[in-house]
């Protein structure tokens, strides 16, 4: 099992800027990937942006330029910092951790764009 934990989240003006850590514990040893997703009123869940255990990163065209993931290997934690925010951009975050075919999910963490 892989537990994920989503911190972050928050209120913030258009143009401001946050960054999202997700946390993994258990058993991550032979973790795929790990990812950030957000889902917004109404919408489907959509991928944000993706990050492989060999460093390989990829993006929604919606945020490509302004936002980045990056992981800590000795933390066990993936990041996503988000900048030049949008009203678009306010959605919960959600972590998920792939292995083995599985994907482990956390509670989610919500984002606020306000103008």
């Known amino acids: 099992q892989v537990q994920v934990v989503e911190s972050g989240g928050g209120l913030v003006q258009a143009g401001g800027s946050l960054r999202l850590s997700c946390a993994a514990s258990?058993?991550?040893?032979?973790?795929?990937?790990m990812g950030w997703y957000r889902q917004a009123p109404g919408n489907q869940r959509e991928l944000v942006a993706g990050i492989t255990s060999g460093g390989s990163t990829n993006y929604a065209d919606s945020v490509k330029g302004r936002f980045a993931i990056s992981r800590d290997n000795a933390k066990n934690t993936v990041y996503l910092q988000m900048n030049s925010l949008k009203l678009e951009d306010t959605a919960v975050y959600y972590c998920?951790?792939?292995?083995?075919?599985?994907?482990?999910w956390g509670q989610g963490t919500q984002v606020t764009v306000s103008s």
């Open positions: 258990g058993s991550i040893l032979s973790i795929n990937a």
């Open positions: 998920a951790a792939s292995k083995h075919g599985r994907d482990y």
